[in-house]
C-alpha cells in the first residue's frame, strides 16, 4: 500500500523559508514523476513543482526562481526548498506520483505579512 507522509510545513514570516519533505512508504519516488500541489483556502489544488524521472523539472510560473524541488533516490523521499516565501504561498502542500490516486495527508503552511 502507498503512503506518503509530507512535513516541514510551519509559519513564517514574508521572506522566510521553509523545507518540505515527502516520505514514501514503497520505492515510488524513483520510478515516477512526482509532484508538489497546493490548495489554498477557498481554492483548488493546484500544481506548484514536479521532477520527472530522469530529473528534469517544472515550475508554476509563481513559484519559479524561489521554489525548488528535489529528490533522494536512495530515501525514497521527495523535498520542496521554499524561499522568499509571500503570503500567498499559504496552503495546504501534498505530494503525490504524478497522475496516481494517491496523496498524502498534506502538509500546512502559512507566511505571514
Keep these: 500500500q502507498v503512503q506518503l507522509v509530507e512535513s ?4 513564517v514570516q514574508a521572506g522566510g523559508s521553509l523545507r518540505l519533505s515527502c516520505a514514501a512508504s514503497i520505492i515510488i519516488v524513483r520510478l515516477n514523476k512526482m509532484g508538489w500541489y497546493r490548495q489554498a ?3 483548488q489544488r493546484e500544481l506548484v513543482a514536479d521532477i520527472a524521472t530522469g530529473g528534469s523539472t ?3 510560473d509563481s513559484v519559479k526562481g524561489r521554489f525548488t524541488i ?3 533516490n536512495a530515501k525514497n523521499t521527495m523535498y520542496l526548498q521554499m524561499n522568499s516565501l509571500k503570503p ?3 496552503g495546504v502542500y501534498y505530494c503525490q506520483p504524478v497522475g496516481s490516486a494517491y496523496w498524502g495527508q498534506g502538509t500546512q503552511v502559512t507566511v505571514s505579512s
Aim: proline share 6%; charged share 30%.
Design 41 to 43: 483556502p477557498g481554492k
Design 70 to 72: 528535489s529528490r533522494d
Design 58 to 60: 517544472n515550475y508554476a
Design 8 to 11: 516541514g510545513g510551519g509559519l
Design 88 to 90: 500567498e504561498d499559504t
